[in-house]
């Protein structure tokens, strides 16, 4: 099993440019949750889904949107680009109440 | 306020050597406590997974505590290694709920 996979690793933004951040998992787990980690910050959750169709908001969702059309993807769309949106993002999914983190894209705009 | 808080912020140690890291939490109610390691670059990885009635979990050369009453838990890394170096993270979760609340970490760096 690859577990969570992350795709860019990288990437650098111009403000109001879009974009999608792609994770995919193989553990055919039904939860997938993407987080943000700033600098001297704990992961902070944006957006959570408990099942292809389903997805909410987090403690973060501004900026951002998601959508789980199969249980294996979770992409997160960036719509207008932000400094603020300068960070770290992991994918997770979780089963059994134990999550499993992808590798993280940081992502930075200018 | 639900929060979760670790201390130290930052410690260095030497190999071989024993260290304890802490962890206090407001959150409530509560359902149970992680602690992940993050390697530099790369996303967290769980360590240990107890829940309220737990009051120790080990893997390895890392032991977990966890005092319910008092809000309080501690990592335990017996005779570290090089590979030790990393952040480790304490993760409070609601009752009930699939709700994280993430500390900021302790920074360990292990020397030779």
């Known amino acids: 099993n690859a577990g969570v996979t992350q795709t860019p690793k990288f990437r650098i933004l111009k403000i109001g440019q879009s974009m999608t951040l792609q994770c995919t998992q193989d553990?055919?787990?039904?939860?997938m949750y993407w987080y943000r980690q700033d600098p001297g910050m704990g992961l902070k959750l944006i957006y959570y889904?408990?099942?292809?169709?389903?997805?909410d908001k987090g403690e973060v969702p501004n900026g951002y949107n998601v959508s789980r059309s199969t249980t294996e993807d979770f992409p997160l769309r960036l719509e207008l680009a932000a400094p603020s949106q300068t960070s770290v993002y992991f994918c997770?999914?979780?089963?059994?109440?134990?999550?499993?983190f992808g590798p993280g894209t940081r992502l930075t705009v200018l | 306020k639900n929060q979760v808080e670790q201390s130290p912020q930052s410690l260095i140690i030497l190999e071989g050597k024993n260290c304890t890291l802490q962890?206090?939490?407001?959150?409530?109610?509560?359902?149970?406590l992680r602690w992940y390691k993050q390697d530099t670059g790369r996303g967290p990885v769980s360590l240990t997974i107890?829940?309220?009635?737990?009051n120790t979990k080990s893997n390895g050369r890392y032991t977990a505590t966890l005092d319910a009453d008092t809000k309080q838990s501690s990592l335990h890394i017996t005779a570290s290694q090089l590979s030790d170096s990393a952040s480790y993270i304490c993760?409070?979760?609601?009752?009930?709920?699939?709700?994280?609340?993430f500390g900021t970490g302790t920074r360990l760096q292990v020397f030779p």
């Open positions: 997770a999914s979780s089963h059994n109440n134990e999550q499993f």
């Open positions: 889904s408990v099942g292809a169709g389903i997805t």
């Open positions: 993760v409070v979760s609601f009752y009930n709920t699939d709700k994280l609340i």
């Open positions: 962890c206090n939490y407001t959150v409530s109610p509560f359902s149970n």
């Open positions: 107890m829940t309220f009635s737990e």
């Open positions: 553990m055919n787990h039904n939860y």
